[in-house]
């Protein structure tokens, strides 16, 4: 009998858990949302529309869908060069084990790495001065959303890379020779056979994409010191009281992250039981 409840006491530890961690704290943002001194309001849901937060939720879709795409078409074509029969085996450990770290190096440690490297003073900056090159003053910012989509790259690419080489190992050697035996062209059979076989697994891999960098907070706020409106960053003002001090304002920018990542997550769910046919 102990033997048997051993599982499910873990079970009960995990549920607990997620209810202590994650339940709870859903349930008290909503509520501050549309509770306030005087009852039931939407005033604070409202306010989720005013410029400055608009602006903000702006920012963090733009960066979020701009970083994706980059870390989506990078991954995708790095994944299959590594993959190519004639590629050597050592570049494919190379990717792999180097993808592997990069995918979880983020954080201020990332954003210090980029300052010491594309920042105003870094080493590559100043090399390209020298050669007369001067890309601040041809409008690049390291500090600025391109700035950002840049260094979300870094670990967005080896992610994505980690997400689809399962799936590009997954096409069948057989689709490509009956391709191949009908006459048709390698942009024929990846327009009609290989990316409609991969476009779940792209997509999904998209929107991981985009929650994560959509989510980001450290690596933004130590790159540009919160001078860029973003949702995490108005969070953190409003609760730190660095420019003002109002919880429910940030309960009710959290509850519309909430929102976005939930359409994010339901998305991601039917494109995963849509992906799930092909592994059959």
């Known amino acids: 009998m102990l033997g048997r409840a051993i599982p499910w006491i873990f079970v009960?530890?995990?549920?607990?858990?997620?209810?202590a961690f994650l339940v709870a704290p859903t349930v008290v943002l909503i509520v501050q949302t549309f509770i306030g001194e005087k009852g039931f309001t939407l005033s604070y849901?409202?306010?989720?529309?005013?410029?400055?937060?608009?602006?903000?939720?702006?920012?963090?879709?733009?960066?979020?869908v701009a970083s994706a795409i980059t870390g989506l078409i990078g991954g995708f074509l790095l994944a299959y060069a590594s993959l190519q029969p004639g590629a050597p085996s050592i570049l494919r450990t190379i990717?792999?084990?180097?993808?592997?770290?990069?995918?979880?190096?983020?954080?201020?440690?990332?954003?210090?790495?980029?300052?010491?490297?594309?920042g105003s003073l870094g080493f590559v900056t100043i090399f390209l001065k020298h050669l007369g090159i001067n890309i601040y003053g041809?409008?690049?910012?390291?500090?600025?959303?391109?700035?950002?989509?840049?260094?979300?790259?870094?670990?967005?690419i080896p992610l994505m890379l980690i997400i689809i080489t399962p799936a590009i190992q997954g096409l069948r050697a057989q689709w490509r020779e009956a391709s191949d035996g009908l006459g048709a062209t390698s942009?024929?059979?990846?327009?009609?056979?290989?990316?409609?076989?991969?476009?779940?697994?792209l997509l999904g891999g998209f929107l991981l994409?985009?929650?994560?960098?959509?989510?980001?907070?450290?690596?933004?706020?130590?790159?540009?010191?919160?001078?860029?409106?973003?949702?995490t960053i108005?969070?953190?003002?409003?609760?730190?009281?660095?420019?003002?001090?109002?919880?429910?304002?940030?309960?009710?920018l959290s509850t519309g992250m909430i929102l976005v990542m939930a359409v994010v997550l339901v998305i991601y769910s039917f494109v995963s039981r849509y992906a799930a046919r092909w592994r059959r």
Do not use: C, H, K
């Open 12 to 19: 009960g530890l995990f549920l607990l858990f997620t209810l």
């Open 45 to 64: 849901f409202f306010g989720l529309w005013d410029y400055q937060y608009r602006i903000a939720f702006e920012n963090s879709l733009i960066l979020g």
């Open 209 to 231: 994409l985009f929650g994560s960098a959509f989510s980001a907070y450290a690596t933004p706020y130590a790159l540009t010191d919160g001078n860029i409106a973003l949702v």
């Open 95 to 118: 990717v792999t084990s180097f993808s592997a770290v990069a995918a979880n190096f983020a954080g201020v440690p990332l954003a210090f790495a980029f300052i010491s490297t594309l």
């Open 138 to 156: 041809m409008g690049f910012s390291l500090y600025s959303l391109t700035g950002m989509t840049i260094t979300f790259a870094y670990f967005q």
């Open 187 to 201: 942009w024929q059979y990846w327009r009609l056979v290989g990316l409609p076989i991969l476009t779940p697994s």
């Open 234 to 252: 108005d969070i953190s003002n409003v609760l730190s009281g660095n420019v003002m001090s109002d919880p429910q304002v940030g309960a009710a």
